[in-house]
C-alpha cells in the first residue's frame, strides 16, 4: 500500500495532468463566490425535508410519490459528483462552475414552477445533476487558493459548509414554506445562483481546458458507473417501502447496481485515465478519509432526515417548528467553527478528529434516551453535542484525506471524496428506515403483550374513557371502542419512540468504529508553499 505524506509526491498510474496555471492569487474572493454556489447546491439536498407534505399537497401527489422530491435530487447528485473531476480537466474549473451555477439555477426555476409531481421530479434530479460538480470542485480549489497553514482556515470553511447546509436546509425550508409557500423554496436559488455565474468567469483562473480528453475519455466507465450509482441509490432509498428484496423492481435494481459497480472497478483499475481515480485508495490516509467520509455522511445526512421525522410523525409539528427545535445544531456547528481553527493550528488534527467523531457519538448516545415529549428544549443539548464538534469531524478529513495526495490527482480523487460522504447519507437512511420500520414492529407487540386484563392501569385507562361516553348515543360500546382505538396510538407511538432511539443508537456504533480509525492516519505535512501545477 502506497503512502504518500506530502501532497507534493508523485504517484504511478494517476490519471495524466492538464496544464494549470501558475498560483498567484491573493485575493480569496473567488474562493468565496464558489463557497457560495456549493453552499445553495449542499443547502436544497435538505430544504425540502419538512415541507414535503405541503408539496405534495400543492402538486396533488400520493403519499409513496412525494420522498421522490429529495430522492431524484440525490440520485442525480450522486452520479455527477465522481465526474466532476474529469469534467474540469475537459472544460476546466472556470467554465464547469459557470455552467454547473447556471444549470442549477435554471433547474431551480423550472423547480417552482412545476405543474405536477412528475414534473416535479424531473426537474429535481436536473437541479442535482447540473448542481452536483460545484461541490467537490470547492474541495480541490481550496488547495489552489490556499497554501501552507492557511488550509487549516480553507479546510475548516469547507468543512463546516459541508456539515452546517444540510443542517439548515429543513431550517430555511420550514420557514420559507410557512411565511410565504413551497414555491419559494427553489426561487431563492435565483439571486445567488445568477451572481455566482455571472462573476465565477471573471474571478476564477485556476486552469485550463483540454478538450482532446474527450477523445480518449472512459465513456464505458461512465455510462457504467452512473447505472450502478443510480440503481444503488434507488435501491436504497425505495428499498424499505417496497419490502426490499421481496419486491421485483428492488431485486433487479439491485443485481443491476452489483454488476455495473463490480465493472466499473474493474474497467477503472485497467483503463489508462479512468474517469474516477480508484488507484489513490491506495494511500492509506486517502483509503480511510473516504471510509471516515462516508461515516460522517451517515452521521449528518440521517440525524437530519430522523430529527424532523420524529418530530413531525410523533409530535406533530409543522415545517416551521421542526425548523426552529433543529436550529440549534446549526447554531452550535457554527460556534464550533472558530475554535477549530484556533485549535487546529496548535493541535495534531488526528486528535481533533478523533474528539469529533467521539462527541458525535456521544450526541447518539444521548439522542436514544428519547421519550415521545421530546422537542426544542429536550433537543437542546443532543444537538449541541453533535453540531459544535461536527467541523472537528469534518474538516481534518480535507487535509488528512486529501491533502496526502499529490497535485495532480486531487481533482479525480475529490469526486470519490465527496461522493463517499454522500453514499454514507443514503445507506444511513435506508439502514436507518429498516430499523425504525422493523423495531416499531418490534416494540409495538412487546407493549401489546402486556395490554392484558391483568394490567391495572390499562383497564382504569379504558373503563375511564368508556366513562366519558356513556351518556352517548352508542354508550359504553362506542366508549370501549374509542378507548382500544386510543390505547393502540399510545402504544404504538411509544413502539415509534423507542424504534428511534433504536436508530440513533445504530449511528452511535459506527462513530465509535470511526473514533478508533483515526489513530491509523498517518500525519501530513502541510508544503509552505504551492508547487506550480498545484490544481
Not at 56 to 70: H, M, N, P, R, T
Request: charged share 10%; hydrophobic share 50%.
Amino acid at each position: 500500500m502506497t503512502q504518500s505524506s506530502t501532497p507534493g509526491a508523485s504517484t504511478s498510474g494517476s490519471p495524466t495532468p492538464a496544464p494549470s496555471l501558475p498560483v498567484q492569487h491573493p485575493s480569496v474572493l473567488p474562493f468565496v463566490v464558489m463557497c457560495v454556489g456549493m453552499f445553495i447546491a449542499l443547502l436544497d439536498i435538505q430544504i425540502v425535508a419538512s415541507s414535503l407534505q405541503d408539496i405534495g399537497g400543492g402538486l396533488s401527489a400520493a403519499q409513496d410519490e412525494i420522498s421522490w422530491v429529495q430522492t431524484a435530487y440525490l440520485i442525480a447528485e450522486i452520479i455527477m459528483i465522481p465526474l466532476s473531476g474529469w469534467l474540469t480537466r475537459v472544460f476546466s474549473t472556470r467554465w464547469l462552475f459557470t455552467a454547473s451555477a447556471a444549470g442549477f439555477t435554471i433547474s431551480s426555476m423550472l423547480c417552482g414552477l412545476a405543474w405536477n409531481i412528475d414534473s416535479m421530479i424531473l426537474f429535481r434530479g436536473l437541479q442535482g445533476l447540473l448542481g452536483a460538480s460545484m461541490i467537490p470542485t470547492v474541495f480541490t480549489s481550496s488547495f489552489h487558493y490556499f497554501q501552507g497553514k492557511r488550509r487549516v482556515y480553507s479546510a475548516a470553511v469547507v468543512g463546516s459548509i459541508a456539515s452546517i447546509a444540510p443542517i439548515l436546509g429543513p431550517v430555511i425550508g420550514g420557514w420559507i414554506t410557512d411565511t410565504m409557500n413551497w414555491h419559494w423554496l427553489f426561487y431563492i436559488n435565483l439571486a445567488p445562483g445568477l451572481a455566482v455565474t455571472l462573476l465565477i468567469p471573471l474571478l476564477v483562473k485556476i486552469d485550463e481546458p483540454d478538450l482532446s480528453l474527450l477523445k480518449g475519455a472512459d465513456y464505458l466507465g461512465i455510462v457504467l458507473m452512473a447505472l450502478g450509482l443510480g440503481t444503488l441509490e434507488y435501491v436504497l432509498e425505495e428499498g424499505t417501502r417496497w419490502n426490499w428484496f421481496s419486491d421485483a423492481t428492488i431485486r433487479d435494481c439491485a443485481w443491476i447496481a452489483g454488476i455495473a459497480l463490480g465493472l466499473f472497478v474493474l474497467r477503472s483499475l485497467t483503463f489508462r485515465n479512468p474517469v474516477m481515480d480508484l488507484r489513490a485508495l491506495g494511500n492509506r490516509n486517502f483509503a480511510l478519509g473516504c471510509v471516515l467520509s462516508f461515516v460522517t455522511g451517515i452521521g449528518m445526512f440521517t440525524t437530519i432526515f430522523l430529527t424532523p421525522l420524529f418530530l413531525g410523525y410523533v409530535r406533530g409539528y409543522s415545517a416551521w417548528q421542526i425548523g426552529v427545535a433543529i436550529f440549534s445544531t446549526g447554531a452550535a456547528s457554527l460556534a464550533g467553527v472558530p475554535v477549530y481553527i484556533l485549535l487546529a493550528r496548535k493541535f495534531d488534527l488526528r486528535w481533533l478528529m478523533m474528539f469529533g467523531l467521539a462527541s458525535f457519538g456521544l450526541a447518539m448516545w444521548s439522542y436514544s434516551f428519547i421519550t415521545h415529549e421530546w422537542g426544542a428544549a429536550e433537543l437542546f443539548l443532543p444537538q449541541l453535542l453533535r453540531g459544535f464538534p461536527q467541523v472537528f469531524a469534518v474538516a481534518p478529513a480535507v487535509n488528512l484525506g486529501l491533502g496526502s495526495l499529490p497535485p495532480e490527482r486531487l481533482k479525480y480523487a475529490s469526486g470519490l471524496f465527496n461522493m463517499m460522504r454522500n453514499l454514507g447519507g443514503a445507506v444511513g437512511i435506508a439502514v436507518s428506515q429498516a430499523i425504525i420500520n422493523d423495531q416499531t414492529n418490534f416494540h409495538f407487540q412487546m407493549i401489546a403483550a402486556h395490554l392484558t386484563a391483568a394490567n391495572g392501569a390499562m383497564q382504569r385507562f379504558v373503563a375511564g374513557v368508556t366513562q366519558r361516553y356513556a351518556a352517548m348515543p352508542g354508550g359504553e360500546a362506542l366508549g370501549h371502542d374509542a378507548a382500544l382505538k386510543q390505547l393502540w396510538q399510545l402504544a404504538y407511538r411509544e413502539a415509534s419512540t423507542l424504534a428511534f432511539a433504536d436508530a440513533f443508537r445504530a449511528i452511535m456504533l459506527a462513530f465509535v468504529i470511526a473514533t478508533l480509525l483515526v489513530p491509523l492516519l498517518h500525519k501530513v505535512a502541510v508544503p509552505q508553499a504551492a508547487p506550480t501545477n498545484a490544481h
